[in-house]
């Protein structure tokens, strides 16, 4: 009889251990996703409080948009490694963004702000100062600019980066393959084709 007390006591305190450890992960849980719309809201009232599509509150300076444009393995992963690596700079890639005027760089700083960084830790604290001087995107594909002269915005830095064909070619068919030669080489040559003519010079290796 003992042992079947004893055994059913257990189970009990394991079932209560059990409801208290979910309830705890609920709440971590909570805490987390009411932390992030904290954060969010935060760098949502920053950046579009100001109607200047390169200014956001508590900053004199305007930010700087840098735009990475190139294609596909053409190293621009490592080139958007080493960018990063300057505390000057904030971005994490290929955001996918579609940019139709300049208004559309706020979009940009929202998802990099808010997406392209953790919060985990109270040192991340520092990373609400949004101190960088500039906000990187990678541009990979065709059709992400929708009015012809919103590169030539003074608001814009850019850096083109092109590889050698033999090369890019051989590694957009490892990345792709799915496509056929005749698609990876219409991509490549249409990516190259469209990028704007008025800049000449491009980084290429």
């Known amino acids: 009889m003992a042992i079947e007390i004893a055994a059913i006591e257990a189970k009990s305190a394991c079932a209560d251990f059990k409801e208290m450890k979910e309830k705890i992960l609920t709440m971590r849980e909570l805490i987390r996703v009411g932390k992030n719309v904290l954060i969010k809201q935060y760098f949502a009232t920053r950046i579009n409080l100001l109607k200047e599509p390169d200014r956001i509150l508590f900053r004199n300076k305007p930010l700087k948009i840098l735009l990475l444009l ?16 300057n505390s000057e700079i904030i971005g ?47 541009v990979l594909h065709n059709n992400k600019f929708l009015t012809a002269d919103f590169l030539a915005s003074d608001k814009i830095v850019t850096i083109f980066l092109l590889r050698e064909p033999k090369r890019s070619l051989k590694s957009i068919l490892e990345l792709k393959p799915q496509w056929s030669e005749s698609q990876v080489l219409n991509y490549y040559v249409e990516r190259n084709r469209r990028s704007p003519r008025k800049y000449s010079s491009w980084a290429h290796y």
């Open 70 to 85: 190139s294609h596909m393995r053409s190293g621009s992963s490592l080139l958007t490694h080493i960018l990063n690596s």
């Open 92 to 138: 994490y890639g290929e955001t996918h963004l579609e940019y139709s005027s300049e208004l559309d760089l706020k979009k940009l700083m929202l998802k990099v702000y808010f997406h392209g960084q953790e919060f985990t830790t109270i040192q991340d604290v520092e990373k609400l100062k949004m101190s960088e001087k500039y906000v990187l995107d990678k």
